[in-house]
């Protein structure tokens, strides 16, 4: 089974070309889009409405900085300060090109940061080659759930 990826944006525009660039990259995995970040951790949690949602973390998490109800910076220490969440790569998908944003995420200990270009065509490529790399290129640490890959 496929882990799915987690997109927390809450610009409708930005989801839109998001979930259209990882559909074009014909990546197998499910997206799950929340609007805020408050949703975002009961996700990530199981909390709330979220509390059946089966076993397992996101394959990655792509997080807008600038979020309603819990700002992209407070998920990603909340991700980080969580035992369980920790080793779930973050990146920082955003329109900020603030070094304090930057540097501030670093420190949190983003996986990437990420400009989100203006440009559609750069754009879509942009978040396609995001989705494939973190989704199917990428070796989660030991102990992740991952699709199941044949050893030859």
Not at 33 to 62: C, F
Not at 72 to 81: I, Y
Not at 116 to 128: D, G, L, T
Request: glycine share 4%; aromatic share 4%.
């Amino acid at each position: 089974m496929l882990k799915p990826i987690l997109l927390v944006e809450d610009d409708l525009r930005d989801q839109e070309l998001t979930l259209l660039a990882l559909e074009r990259s014909q990546l197998a995995n499910d997206v799950v889009v929340m609007r805020d970040g408050a949703a975002a951790l009961d996700y990530l949690r199981r909390e709330g409405e979220h509390a059946s949602r089966q076993e397992g973390n996101p394959a990655v998490i792509l997080l807008d900085l600038k979020l309603p109800k819990v700002n992209g910076l407070e998920v990603l220490e909340a991700v980080r300060n969580t035992p369980a969440l920790r080793s779930v790569p973050v990146v920082m998908l955003t329109s900020s090109q603030e070094e304090a944003d930057l540097l501030r995420s670093y420190e949190l200990g983003v996986n990437a940061y990420v400009v989100k270009p203006v440009e559609f065509k750069q754009f879509v490529s942009s978040i396609a080659e995001l989705g494939m790399f973190w989704a199917v290129l990428n070796e989660p640490p030991p102990g992740s759930l991952r699709a199941s890959r044949r050893h030859d």
